[in-house]
């Protein structure tokens, strides 16, 4: 299973669009890149998923070049609510992997 | 109504007890997991069941076991608890499970000290 390596933590301030990138360079043809949001003392929450190019949903954007060794979550005009920590994940279904994840800070 | 839960959220306990963690989810959903995270928030599958059959069982002492009554509920019991268990155990359910990739509904965690 591809194993993934994202920044152990970032800050940001209110208002800033937020981009955490994961390198993922041993993803299988068969994989999907998938994130997570986990605040404290609750369970992670899916936040978006996708294959190859841009996903977008409500919350957020997911960018996946062409090689697919990496992605970028984009988080758009972050508010205090989304401190947090995100993770990404690879992987071709339930047996997902998470790594240590990125604890996002946003301040005032 | 809440689509995952587990009891207890807190369990405190001594060393060498047997303790078991309730998994509950009314989503429909097929599969189920349990997951370990540790103090320093790395998050590890210890098992899936998949319609009631266990589809994953990740390198996990004996002393845990998964118990499935039916396709609703995954309850985890641990035998003879040692320190090393202290940490959060949460639940998880999906729609399918194995080789397909689908979003994991995560319950809010039961966090196990052991003394």
């Known amino acids: 299973l591809a194993k993934t390596t994202q920044p152990i933590s970032m800050d940001s301030y209110e208002g800033q669009e937020v981009n955490i990138t994961c390198s993922h360079n041993n993803i299988a043809t068969n994989d999907y890149i998938t994130w997570y949001q986990q605040f404290p003392s609750q369970g992670p929450r899916f936040i978006i998923q996708g294959y190859k190019t841009k996903v977008t949903n409500e919350v957020a954007s997911l960018f996946i070049p062409a090689d697919r060794k990496s992605s970028t979550l984009s988080l758009p005009r972050v508010s205090l609510s989304d401190t947090a920590v995100y993770y990404c994940l690879v992987g071709p279904g339930g047996k997902l992997i998470f790594g240590q994840g990125t604890e996002l800070s946003v301040k005032p | 109504d809440t689509a995952v839960s587990q009891t207890p959220k807190y369990l405190v306990t001594q060393m060498g007890n047997d303790k078991s963690i309730k998994c509950e989810q009314n989503?429909?959903?097929?599969?189920m997991y349990w997951y370990k995270q540790d103090s320093k928030k790395f998050l590890k599958i210890m098992f899936s069941y998949n319609n009631k059959e266990l589809i994953i069982n990740e390198t996990v002492p004996n002393r845990f076991s998964p118990k499935s009554p039916d396709k609703a509920h995954l309850n985890l019991h641990i035998n003879s608890l040692e320190l090393g268990d202290s940490a959060v155990y949460f639940c998880a359910s999906s729609q399918g499970g194995g080789t397909d990739l689908y979003e994991q509904y995560f319950g809010p965690g039961t966090r196990l000290t052991v003394t």
């Open positions: 989503l429909g959903h097929d599969t």
